[in-house]
Nanobody, 119 residues
Framework: QVQLVESGGGLVQPGGSLRLSCAAS????????MGWYRQAPGKQRELVARTSHGSTNYADSVKGRFTISRDNAKNTVYLQMNSLKFEDTAVYYC??????????????WGQGTQVTVSS
């Protein structure tokens, strides 16, 4: 019904930048919220940034370095990551809370994209 496709991950040196993108497609009536989570090896998945109805929130560890933005016309969410650190290395997952016609609200996840910060 709904697919989230992420792109933009890769290998970057400390202090570098990456921009992640996530496009939602399918039988979408509207999207209430979109966000980014990450999971490092041996750790639980954690919220990185989320945008909902014009408001945004960030994990303390990324405030001032990461920026989430959204193109509603394209059902796409972006994550601009600057001043990357070793500890930002993780698989980054896109999420969306989608309103489906005649069904209601449901949460969807992307397949994940690897971000590796290494010198």
């Amino acid at each position: 019904q709904v697919q989230l496709v992420e792109s933009g991950g890769g290998l970057v040196q400390p202090g570098g930048s990456l921009r992640l993108s996530c496009a939602a497609s399918g039988s979408i009536f509207s999207i209430n919220a979109m966000g980014w989570y990450r999971q490092a090896p041996g750790k639980q998945r954690e919220l990185v940034a989320r945008t909902s109805h014009g408001s945004t929130n960030y994990a303390d560890s990324v405030k001032g370095r990461f920026t989430i933005s959204r193109d509603n016309a394209k059902n796409t969410v972006y994550l601009q990551m600057n001043s990357l650190k070793f500890e930002d290395t993780a698989v980054y997952y896109c999420s969306a809370r989608v309103v489906l016609p005649a069904i209601g609200t449901s949460d969807y996840w992307g397949q994940g994209t690897q971000v590796t910060v290494s010198s």
